[in-house]
């Protein structure tokens, strides 16, 4: 079966550093993904890794292992803007649809 | 910078009528997507469409629903006899070749059916 598994709700204050962990158990892994979608909006791209290790993108950097179907996305220095849900997402092998988490809502605090 | 588009940004609907939601995709791009989420959950995948053709549904995407691209622009999801249960959001996502590129969304289309 296909299970995605994030945290429901993070809150973090404002400049800080936070975490969002993404667990999978996916039939098939073809790289995972991870948006960010404010209340009400289209999901947006922040990251993708395929391989085992760290990408960094500005504030942003996501790490992934797929020996233990696990990811977690990085957030520093954080602003009130980036308040909105995570969310993690797996590329299946065989074809090319996404299998989303249900996402963490995160709430940065001033 | 080019972004996927979608109309309308809400529609209402009676249970039982016909809708066309409609979606313009980046232009050079070659797959396209359909997904759902319904309020307070995750988005989940309906459709991806390829070279005029369907190349995976989902359980979801049953006989009431149809997909087209009519033109060179338009991406379309129909959906034939709405029940209470379709309200959702429906967001349309394309890409363009190459194994890893990631899918852009447009706005969506929030669908209430009454």
């Known amino acids: 079966g296909q299970n995605i598994d994030q945290p429901t709700e993070m809150t973090a204050t404002e400049g800080a550093i936070v975490q969002i962990n993404c667990t999978y158990q996916?039939?098939?892994?073809?790289?995972l993904f991870w948006y960010q979608q404010h209340a009400g909006e289209a999901p947006t791209f922040l990251s993708y890794n395929v391989l085992d290790g760290l990408e960094e993108k500005g504030r942003f950097s996501s790490f992934l292992s797929r020996s233990k179907g696990y990811s977690y996305l990085l957030l520093k220095e954080l602003q009130m803007k980036d308040s909105a849900s995570y969310l993690c997402a797996v590329r299946d092998m065989d074809t090319d649809k996404l299998i989303f988490g249900t996402g963490t809502r995160l709430q940065v605090f001033p | 910078e080019p972004e996927v588009t979608q109309t309308p940004s809400h529609q209402v609907t009676q249970m039982g009528q016909e809708v066309i939601l409609r979606c313009v995709p980046i232009s050079n791009h070659l797959y396209f997507y359909w997904y759902r989420q319904i309020l307070g959950q995750k988005v989940e995948f309906l459709v991806s469409?390829?070279?005029?053709?369907?190349?995976?549904k989902s359980e979801i995407f049953d006989d009431q629903f149809s997909v087209e691209r009519p033109d060179g622009s338009n991406f379309t999801l129909k959906i034939r006899s709405t029940k209470l249960e379709d309200s959702a959001m429906y967001f349309c996502?394309?890409?363009?070749?190459?194994?890893?590129?990631?899918?852009?969304f447009g706005p969506g289309t929030r669908l209430t059916v009454l």
């Open positions: 469409f390829y070279n005029n053709e369907i190349s995976e």
């Open positions: 996916t039939s098939g892994f073809n790289g």
């Open positions: 996502a394309s890409r363009s070749g190459g194994a890893f590129n990631e899918q852009f």
